[in-house]
């Protein structure tokens, strides 16, 4: 029987990586997103490139009303929810606290907080039934260490570590894994949405080094989600080979002796 991972974000980026990685698993891939003609064109070249069942979910993790009906909706089209991807996330500007954009603060807030929270409270019942499953947060290295200009998106998620701390102890009962992929400096839509279309102030950002990629995330994912059921990995920092963690990179080291 086909396993069924639920990614949400995935029309780019890690979410879309991660759904290609399991639909070339042959799992049953449900994807969501707010764009309905990027979740069409994924579903069509999961379909087209691994004959994957894909399932596509549009809506908003900001909404919890549409993050209800999507799930009310997800349940007459399969049984169960083996994995959670808790893939939607964004930064939005990068300013100093007393200049920040009220707009974005909560555009990061509503995103990354409480549509995590949402997809969540909405999925993880589904899970205690079936007392078993996996719920995988893609954090940021900015949950363990804050930069400067970083303030709200730090704060962000570091609260998605605090959730899958806490959510991995109140779902230990019912057998239900809880893991945090927590990447570095990764080229991917980030950036570019961070500085709002600058395309040449997001490409400065890599300059220099080889970042990760969307499908060393999407391994990884699939790592921690394939293992032996007796084995949780907890939680995972990933960076590049010249990344030290989000302040510090190889522009900033001293150069060898």
Known sequence: MSKIILVTGATSGFGKAIAERFAKEAYTVCIS??????LNEVKQELENKYGANVVCLQFDVRNREEVKNAIEEL?????RVDILVNNAGLAAGMSSIEEGDLDDWDTMIDTNVKGLLYVTRQVAPLMKEQRC??????????????????NVYCA??????????????????YG???????????????SLVRFKGDAERAANVYQGFQPLGAED?????????TLPAHVCINDLVVTCLNQANSVYSVKDADKPA
């Open 75 to 79: 349940k007459k089209q399969v049984d």
């Open 33 to 38: 997103g707010r764009r309905k003609e990027r």
């Open 156 to 173: 962000t998620k570091f609260a998605v570590d605090a959730l899958s701390q806490s959510m991995r102890i109140d779902l230990l009962p």
């Open 176 to 190: 239900i894994k809880v893991t945090s992929v927590n990447p570095g400096m990764a080229e991917t839509e980030f």
């Open 133 to 150: 499953g996996h719920i995988i947060n893609i954090g940021s290295t900015a949950s363990k260490t804050v930069y400067r200009n970083g």
């Open 217 to 225: 995330i999407a391994d990884i994912v699939h790592y921690c989600a």
